[in-house]
């Protein structure tokens, strides 16, 4: 894990500077097909600097119904810095003290091959969302370019994947969410809502 923090945030001063124009065209695509509404209680899973709060400012949401969460302390430093009237935690999302049945949206954008034990990430969005909250993970590459991407940086997360479809459909559906989603074609994209 300690490999992993060090790893982000030594990238975390540098980070808002990576994004081109093409993906913050799909971050906007990726919110608006979530059908997320100014009502949503937002959890944003390993928020990073916060890239997607400007998308939930614009889509209505109000800064007090926004909760960042991110393990990397120099990440959630410009977090911070840019959004201070929003809550942002720095801790691991998995041992995290969070409110449960609390929120009707979770996020984990561009983040989840870095969970090395994805099906406890399943059960702990199932314990937090409230009944009808959805659970979106999403990437602004496919799974094919983001293989590619990992496979390509000599570093800590070389070896970070995505788990197979058939692995996301089963921990859905074992953590008690419908209405799957699972969509790779121009970008990685995944729902389910909590029955
Ligand atoms: C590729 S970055 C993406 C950040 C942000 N979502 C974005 O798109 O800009 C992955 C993030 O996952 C965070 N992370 C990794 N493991 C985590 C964990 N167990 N709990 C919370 N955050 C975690 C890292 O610190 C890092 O900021």
Redesign the pocket.
């Known amino acids: 894990?300690q490999d992993?923090?060090q790893f982000?945030d030594s990238h975390a001063k540098d980070?808002d500077s990576y994004w081109q124009e093409e993906e913050f065209v799909l971050m906007h695509k990726i919110l608006d097909r979530s059908g997320i509404q100014k009502e949503d209680m937002v959890l944003?899973?390993?928020?990073?600097?916060g890239?997607?709060v400007p998308f939930y400012l614009e889509s209505g949401i109000q800064p007090s119904r926004m909760q960042g969460?991110?393990?990397?302390p120099k990440?959630v430093e410009i977090f911070s810095h840019k959004f201070p009237d929003i809550p942002v935690l720095c801790?691991?999302?998995?041992s995290a003290a969070l409110p449960e049945n609390f929120f009707s949206y979770a996020m984990i954008?561009?983040?989840f091959p870095?969970?090395m034990e994805p099906e406890r990430v399943f059960a702990k969005v199932a314990e937090i969302l409230k009944p009808k909250g959805k659970l979106i993970i999403a990437h602004t590459k496919t799974r094919e370019a983001l293989d590619m991407h990992h496979e390509r940086s000599s570093s800590v997360v070389k070896s970070h994947r995505l788990i197979e479809d058939s692995l996301f459909l089963k921990y859905y559906e074992k953590y008690g969410f419908i209405d799957i989603v699972l969509d790779n074609d121009f970008y990685f994209y995944t729902m389910g809502i909590k029955k």
């Not at 944003?44 to 600097?49: L, N, R, S, V």
């Not at 969460?69 to 990397?72: A, F, Y």
């Not at 801790?91 to 998995?94: C, K």
């Open positions: 894990m992993i923090i982000f980070w944003d899973i390993a928020c990073g600097t890239i997607l969460i991110d393990i990397s990440m801790d691991d999302f998995l954008f561009n983040s870095h969970f």
